[in-house]
Protein backbone atom coordinates (compact mmCIF):
# COMPACT_ATOMS: atom_id res chain seq x y z
CA UNK A 1 0.00 0.00 0.00
CA UNK A 2 1.11 3.50 -0.86
CA UNK A 3 -0.04 6.89 -1.00
CA UNK A 4 -0.41 6.54 -4.73
CA UNK A 5 -3.05 3.53 -4.22
CA UNK A 6 -4.50 6.30 -1.49
CA UNK A 7 -5.53 8.45 -3.85
CA UNK A 8 -6.26 6.46 -6.58
CA UNK A 9 -8.93 5.37 -3.51
CA UNK A 10 -10.39 8.72 -2.97
CA UNK A 11 -10.56 10.00 -6.40
CA UNK A 12 -12.81 6.46 -7.24
CA UNK A 13 -15.02 7.43 -4.09
CA UNK A 14 -15.27 11.04 -5.38
CA UNK A 15 -16.62 9.69 -9.50
CA UNK A 16 -19.14 7.19 -7.90
CA UNK A 17 -20.39 9.63 -5.69
CA UNK A 18 -19.53 7.41 -2.31
CA UNK A 19 -20.51 8.79 1.13
CA UNK A 20 -18.42 7.36 3.12
CA UNK A 21 -15.02 5.55 2.79
CA UNK A 22 -14.69 2.99 5.24
CA UNK A 23 -11.83 2.52 7.00
CA UNK A 24 -11.01 -0.42 9.79
CA UNK A 25 -7.74 -2.12 11.11
CA UNK A 26 -7.00 -4.68 14.18
CA UNK A 27 -5.07 -3.44 17.04
CA UNK A 28 -2.57 -6.08 15.53
CA UNK A 29 -2.09 -4.22 12.23
CA UNK A 30 0.15 -1.42 14.67
CA UNK A 31 1.92 -3.76 16.37
CA UNK A 32 5.45 -5.20 15.19
CA UNK A 33 5.64 -8.86 14.25
CA UNK A 34 1.50 -9.33 14.40
CA UNK A 35 0.80 -9.51 10.95
CA UNK A 36 2.79 -10.69 8.45
CA UNK A 37 2.46 -7.19 6.70
CA UNK A 38 4.31 -5.34 9.20
CA UNK A 39 7.10 -7.33 10.94
CA UNK A 40 9.03 -4.92 12.62
CA UNK A 41 8.75 -1.51 14.50
CA UNK A 42 10.41 0.45 11.52
CA UNK A 43 7.50 -1.34 8.86
CA UNK A 44 4.57 -0.10 11.54
CA UNK A 45 6.72 3.67 11.76
CA UNK A 46 6.08 3.38 7.98
CA UNK A 47 2.24 2.60 8.30
CA UNK A 48 1.89 5.71 10.70
CA UNK A 49 3.35 7.95 8.09
CA UNK A 50 1.25 6.37 5.30
CA UNK A 51 -1.70 6.97 7.69
CA UNK A 52 -0.52 10.19 7.99
CA UNK A 53 0.00 11.08 4.32
CA UNK A 54 -3.56 9.75 3.81
CA UNK A 55 -5.12 12.21 6.19
CA UNK A 56 -3.70 15.00 5.23
CA UNK A 57 -4.96 14.32 1.69
CA UNK A 58 -8.11 14.16 2.82
CA UNK A 59 -7.93 17.56 4.66
CA UNK A 60 -6.45 19.47 2.07
CA UNK A 61 -9.10 18.24 0.28
CA UNK A 62 -11.62 19.15 2.60
CA UNK A 63 -13.12 15.49 3.55
CA UNK A 64 -13.82 15.29 6.75
CA UNK A 65 -13.32 12.00 9.24
CA UNK A 66 -16.44 10.80 11.05
CA UNK A 67 -16.54 7.73 13.51
CA UNK A 68 -18.42 4.83 12.80
CA UNK A 69 -21.08 6.23 15.47
CA UNK A 70 -21.42 9.76 13.97
CA UNK A 71 -21.56 8.23 10.08
CA UNK A 72 -24.83 6.26 11.80
CA UNK A 73 -25.99 9.82 13.28
CA UNK A 74 -26.03 11.15 10.35
CA UNK A 75 -27.35 8.83 7.52
CA UNK A 76 -31.00 9.27 9.58
Not at 15 to 40: A, N, Q, W
Request: net charge negative; charged share 25%; aromatic share 14%.
Amino acid sequence: MNIDLFDELWQESISIKLFYIVMMFHSSEFMPGCSIYRTDKEAIEKLFELLERFFILLHNHNIASFTLTEAAKNSK
